[in-house]
């Protein structure tokens, strides 16, 4: 089956921990994405990647970093310096960079105490 | 920046038609979207259209755009109650990947 896995499905974390968040895709798409959300509110882009080895940051980039080493993998760490990291995060890919369908993940729910 | 605009809540009985309306101030926006987000999931995407359509009619779905006023639409008809779930407008930033979206409006549908 294709799609996009993210894992795990629910984190904990102490303040103070970096920790990061898994997302794979096996649809070959080009671009992924990082969003952010939060109750009562949409979708806040964190980071985007267009093609191997390249990213771009999006609207709340700071306190987060990206990699993306493999076509297929785009993990998002949440740094210490984030200030309010508890929030669900979904990641998405698309099959190019016109953003015509973005497919996303079932999402990862990160509460930090 | 841009921005897209929706109303929180839409409560409607099942059988009844729902309209979930949505405005946007990108202009040059080519695509946009709606998509559905039930609890504790990620977002499906339920339908696009593209800016230079006015409707998109796709089974009991109807989206219309009013670009002059940059109004979205989405009608859902005879709305059941697995139909619940929060719906997200979107709009695409100028001509790249980058997707706005709205806050979300969470439709409820009662027996």
């Known amino acids: 089956d294709g799609g996009i896995t993210q894992s795990p499905k629910y984190l904990f974390r102490k303040e103070g921990q970096n920790v990061t968040l898994s997302c794979e895709q096996n649809?070959?798409?080009?671009?992924m994405y990082w969003y952010r959300q939060d109750p009562g509110q949409g979708l806040r882009l964190i980071y985007y990647?267009?093609?191997?080895?390249?990213?771009q940051k999006g609207d709340i980039a700071e306190g987060y970093s990206v990699s993306r080493e493999k076509k297929e993998s785009f993990p998002l760490t949440v740094t210490s310096a984030q200030k309010n990291p508890t929030a669900f995060y979904l990641c998405?890919?698309?099959?190019?960079?016109?953003?015509?369908?973005?497919?996303f993940g079932p999402g990862t729910r990160l509460t930090v105490t | 920046g841009e921005d897209v605009e929706q109303s929180l809540f839409l409560s409607v009985r099942e059988g009844d038609s729902s309209v979930i309306n949505c405005t946007y101030t990108d202009s040059s926006s080519t695509y946009l979207y709606w998509y559905k987000q039930e609890p504790g999931a990620g977002l499906q995407l339920l339908t696009y259209?593209?800016?230079?359509?006015d409707m998109k009619q796709d089974q009991r779905l109807t989206v219309l755009l009013n670009k002059k006023d940059k109004h979205l639409s989405l009608r859902i008809a005879d709305t059941q109650t697995g139909d619940s779930a929060i719906y997200f407008c979107?709009?695409?930033?100028?001509?790249?990947?980058?997707?706005?979206f709205g806050q979300g409006t969470e439709l409820s549908v009662k027996p």
């Open positions: 998405a890919s698309s099959v190019g960079t016109g953003g015509l369908e973005q497919y």
């Open positions: 979107a709009e695409n930033e100028g001509q790249g990947g980058k997707l706005i």
């Open positions: 990647s267009q093609i191997v080895n390249d990213f």
């Open positions: 649809l070959n798409h080009d671009a």
């Open positions: 259209i593209f800016s230079n359509m």
